[in-house]
């Protein structure tokens, strides 16, 4: 079945450490996006990716890193940098152009501070 | 900058009753998603809308758009405990009317919750 996986599912954090979540989906979908999700808030984008090689940032691109050498594969890495980590981590994907369609999104990452 | 607000943030309701979920957006887009979450776990899609006047209906479920008003609506018709979760719409910032989604801003999301 087709679709989008993250790993892992939980991820803990340890006073500056840089992290990484995998994003891997087999859609054959051209953009991908992470967005990070906090209690009782909307998403907020991050980064998003529209092609290999290329990506944007988001609203809040700070402390965070991606890149995109795979058109399967957009890996958020969670640096030092970002001094509150704590959050739901959602990556996902979509057609483009003419398709209207969705964005499809994986089951998360959670991760917190040790 | 776009900025995307719904109404009402937490919605408790008895089974049985209606009720309508408001999504006001603030720059123009004629695109427009409603996703579902359930606690813990990733969003479902629910509806896209892509033009002015757009109506989608799946089971309880019925989303309108009106892009000159800038809304769009979530009704839920005689609302069962199955729907309970958060409901979020999402505006694609760039609003072509062809394309896949580029950037999308959500609202807050509605927390529903139905009573027995």
């Known amino acids: 079945d087709g679709g989008i996986t993250q790993s892992p599912k939980y991820l803990f954090r340890k006073e500056g450490q840089n992290v990484t979540l995998s994003c891997e989906q087999n859609l054959n979908h051209d953009a991908m996006y992470w967005y990070r999700q906090d209690p009782g808030q909307g998403l907020r984008l991050i980064y998003y990716s529209q092609i290999v090689n290329d990506f944007q940032k988001g609203d809040i691109a700070e402390g965070y890193s991606v890149s995109r050498e795979k058109k399967e594969s957009f890996p958020l890495t969670v640096t030092s940098a970002q001094k509150n980590p704590t959050a739901f981590y959602l990556c996902?994907?979509?057609?483009?152009?003419?398709?209207?369609?969705?964005?499809?999104f994986g089951d998360g990452t959670r991760l917190s501070i040790l | 900058e776009l900025k995307v607000e719904q109404n009402p943030l937490f919605l408790s309701m008895q089974e049985g009753k209606n009720y309508t979920i408001y999504c006001n957006y603030s720059?123009?887009?004629?695109?427009l998603y409603w996703y579902r979450q359930d606690p813990g776990k990733s969003l479902e899609s629910l509806f896209v809308?892509?033009?002015?006047?757009a109506v989608k209906q799946e089971g309880r479920l019925m989303a309108s758009l009106d892009t000159k008003a800038r809304l769009s609506t979530l009704h839920i018709t005689a609302a069962v405990h199955d729907l309970s979760a958060t409901y979020f719409c999402?505006?694609?910032?760039?609003?072509?009317?062809?394309?896949?989604?580029?950037?999308?801003?959500f609202g807050k999301g509605t927390k529903l919750t139905v009573n027995p």
């Open positions: 999402a505006v694609d910032i760039k609003g072509r009317p062809q394309g896949g989604s580029e950037k999308l801003v």
């Open positions: 720059t123009t887009s004629d695109r």
């Open positions: 809308l892509l033009s002015n006047g």
């Open positions: 996902a994907s979509s057609t483009r152009p003419v398709r209207n369609q969705p964005q499809h």
